[in-house]
T-cell receptor, first 113, second 111 residues
Framework: GAVVSQHPSRVICKSGTSVKIECRSL??????MFWYRQFPKKSLMLMAT?????????EQGVEKDKFLINHASLTLSTLTVTSAHPEDSSFYIC?????????FGPGTRLTVT | EDKVVQSPLSLVVHEGDTVTLNCSYE??????LLWYKQEKKAPTFLFML????IEKKSGRLSSILDKKELFSILNITATQTGDSAIYLC???????????FGKGTLLTVNP
């Protein structure tokens, strides 16, 4: 149980385009979903916290107009990187919370050329 | 500001050795402390600790929390090369159980 999927696992896009990443909890309903970013050899940095049906709460320094989060249901959250630039290239990971446990998706490697 | 310090940052051992990984934390409205193992992809869940002094075990791994000293340890006995990974400590806090991650301990187990 407690499986979280992410799609796509890897994406390459051109500078200026937008990319949407999906995060799904497959066998449970998630109270809250989180989006993280991880640079090589660095720890996970929380970008935003998302509850179903309400606006996401962004961490300081994260541009909400650039990283759009939609949490349409208790099993699906999406992160859209708008007008992507090479510096947005990173490993994006979502997690889903059920009670006090949190489970991570496999991550999405984004490369912006 | 919430803070998590893990030590050591890296560790190299031989198969069969026992290792202890440390995590100290300061988190507002502490809920629980989670340990994760990260290899090439996203972190995989190991333990969640909510009560002081109660050891959690899973095979060769065990972990314990000290809520008075704001400290947790993760023990791995009889290490194997497959234990090589980054081990992340993440206390959760607040109404959303937000996780704050430490920098992790990079464990390398040599044959």
């Amino acid at each position: 149980g407690a499986v979280v999927s992410q799609h796509p696992s890897r994406v390459i896009c051109k500078s200026g385009t937008s990319v949407k990443i999906e995060c799904r909890s497959l066998d449970f309903q998630a109270t809250t979903m989180f989006w993280y970013r991880q640079f090589p050899k660095k720890s996970l940095m929380l970008m935003a916290t998302s509850n179903e049906g309400s606006k996401a709460t962004y961490e300081q320094g994260v541009e909400k107009d650039k990283f759009l989060i939609n949490h349409a249901s208790l099993t699906l959250s999406t992160l859209t990187v708008t007008s992507a630039h090479p510096e947005d290239s990173s490993f994006y990971i979502c997690s889903a919370r059920v009670d006090s446990e949190q489970y991570f998706g496999p991550g999405t490697r984004l490369t912006v050329t | 500001e919430d803070k998590v310090v893990q030590s050591p940052l890296s560790l190299v051992v031989h198969e069969g050795d026992t290792v202890t990984l440390n995590c100290s934390y300061e988190v507002t409205n502490f809920r629980s402390l989670l340990w994760y193992k990260q290899e090439k992809k996203a972190p995989t869940f190991l333990f969640m600790l909510t009560s002081s002094g109660i050891e959690k075990k899973s095979g060769r791994l065990s972990s314990i929390l000290d809520k008075k000293e704001l400290f947790s340890i993760l023990n791995i006995t009889a290490t194997q090369t497959g234990d090589s990974a980054i081990y992340l400590c993440a206390p959760s806090g607040g109404s959303n159980y937000k996780l704050t991650f430490g920098k992790g301990t990079l464990l390398t187990v040599n044959p």
